[in-house]
């Protein structure tokens, strides 16, 4: 079975702050992690994927396999950045699916 | 075309209504499914489909009826819904083989029960 788990609902912090959202999963295989933003009454829009180790709107994540991790970390947050944040993680094999963690809202304030 | 789009956007249907949620892709994406959201819930998922064949139901209630007519389109029929059925269904595909790029998410369409 797949388990992400993030366990921070809501999440404040002031612009310019360094932004840290957690997420620990569980997964027998070797897992594909992904980091997924929802902006108020917009689509699912994808963030990250740790495969590519990119940095995106100034984020990053690293997969700690030892910890099994996927932490998403920004140095200075921006307001624009306030939004709903889902890591997820897919399967892999014949019948791929991604199995999303509960999310953390983050607020940035002015 | 790198969008999954989904019709219509919002829906308010009766319980004895039968509708249906339509999906279409054109990335080339064998792999499709069906999600439901509630307000301020992580999507969850309903249907898997591989290569136009159903390969995941997740116990989701008979009333709720997937189809995939080919490799771009995907539909969800609707029959008898109760209150509860109201959320936000989300349409996304992926690749299928491969490393994947990511699941693509439609904007989804907003169901209403009455």
């Known amino acids: 079975a797949q388990r992400v788990t993030q366990p921070e609902k809501l999440l404040s912090v002031f612009k310019g702050a360094p932004v840290e959202l957690k997420c620990n999963y569980s997964?027998?295989?070797?897992?594909?992690l992904f980091w997924y933003v929802q902006y108020s009454r917009q689509r699912l829009q994808l963030l990250l994927r740790?495969?590519s180790r990119e940095s995106i709107k100034g984020f990053t994540a690293d997969l700690n396999k030892g910890e099994t991790s996927f932490h998403l970390k920004k140095p200075f947050a921006q307001e624009e950045d306030s939004a709903m944040y889902y890591c997820?993680?897919?399967?892999?094999?014949?019948?791929?699916?991604?199995?999303f963690g509960s999310g953390t809202q983050l607020t940035v304030l002015p | 075309d790198t969008e999954v789009t989904q019709t219509p956007k919002h829906l308010v249907m009766g319980m004895t209504n039968k509708k249906s949620l339509k999906c279409e892709q054109h990335?080339?994406?064998?792999?499709m499914y069906w999600y439901k959201q509630k307000a301020k819930k992580p999507p969850e998922l309903m249907f898997v489909?591989?290569?136009?064949?159903?390969?995941i139901n997740e116990s989701v209630p008979s009333r709720f009826s997937p189809e995939c007519p080919n490799s771009s389109l995907l539909n969800l029929h609707l029959h008898a819904l109760q209150p509860e059925d109201s959320a936000l269904y989300l349409c996304?595909?992926?690749?299928?083989?491969?490393?994947?790029?990511?699941?693509?998410f439609g904007s989804g369409t907003r169901l209403t029960v009455v």
């Open positions: 990335m080339g994406h064998r792999a």
């Open positions: 997964y027998s295989g070797s897992p594909e």
């Open positions: 996304a595909s992926s690749q299928q083989t491969g490393t994947p790029y990511g699941y693509t």
């Open positions: 740790h495969i």
């Open positions: 489909y591989s290569y136009e064949k159903l390969s």
């Open positions: 997820a993680l897919s399967s892999s094999g014949s019948a791929r699916q991604l199995t």
